[in-house]
T-cell receptor
Framework: GQNIDQPTEMTATEGAIVQINCTYQ??????LFWYQQHAGEAPTFLSY????GLEEKGRFSSFLSRSKGYSYLLLKELQMKDSASYLC????????FGTGTRLQVFP | EAQVTQNPRYLITVTGKKLTVTCSQN?????MSWYRQDPGLGLRQIYY???????DKGDVPEGYKVSRKEKRNFPLILESPSPNQTSLYFC?????????????FGPGTRLTVT
């Protein structure tokens, strides 16, 4: 079967750093995406990883370990507007989404 | 501006009344797909299309139909909607150049079937 696991909810404080983990078990692997989704809105692309290691993009970084079936999204200098759901998605023979992690940032 | 548009954005209908949700993209993308999103279940693919006149079932196709007569349009048809099809629907598109091409999502259609 194909399975992607993420924590359901996380909370953090403005200005802090938060790490959102994603583990996956899929029949194949061609890459991993992270999307941000504000309530009631469309997902928007944040990052993707194909090879092992860290990809940095401003305040957001994403890490991948293919041997461990593991990725994380790191958000630095948290802002209130970062309160959203974060979706991990794996490309095997198709794009498979996790159920998302709802992040709440408090002042 | 590159975008995927969907209409309507909100729809309340009754069981059994046929409806169509339109989807259009202006990026000349070959690949288009429909998802539904439900609490606790994440985004699940309903149907996808690799190109004009080529469509295929996703993970949850029952109760839905699609067509791809033109490259830019990919309508979702519910012939006889039922309450379990109440959901948030997203259309998406991407280029066929690489599997890792970014997927663009439409703004979503919130459908309620009573």
């Amino acid at each position: 079967g194909q399975n992607i696991d993420q924590p359901t909810e996380m909370t953090a404080t403005e200005g802090a750093i938060v790490q959102i983990n994603c583990t996956y078990q899929t029949s194949g692997f061609n890459g991993l995406f992270w999307y941000q989704q504000h309530a009631g809105e469309a997902p928007t692309f944040l990052s993707y990883n194909v090879l092992d290691g860290l990809e940095e993009k401003g305040r957001f970084s994403s890490f991948l370990s293919r041997s461990k079936g593991y990725s994380y999204l790191l958000l630095k200098e948290l802002q209130m507007k970062d309160s959203a759901s974060y979706l991990c998605a794996v490309i095997s023979d198709k794009l498979i989404f996790g159920t998302g992690t709802r992040l709440q940032v408090f002042p | 501006e590159a975008q995927v548009t969907q209409n309507p954005r909100y729809l309340i209908t009754v069981t059994g009344k046929k409806l169509t949700v339109t989807c259009s993209q202006n990026m000349n993308h070959e690949y288009m797909s429909w998802y539904r999103q439900d609490p606790g279940l994440g985004l699940r693919q309903i149907y996808y299309s690799m190109n004009v006149e080529v469509t295929d079932k996703g993970d949850v196709p029952e109760g839905y139909k699609v067509s791809r007569k033109e490259k830019r349009n990919f309508p979702l048809i519910l012939e006889s909607p039922s309450p379990n099809q109440t959901s948030l629907y997203f259309c998406a598109s991407r280029g066929q150049g690489a599997v890792l091409d970014e997927q663009y999502f439409g703004p979503g259609t919130r459908l309620t079937v009573t």
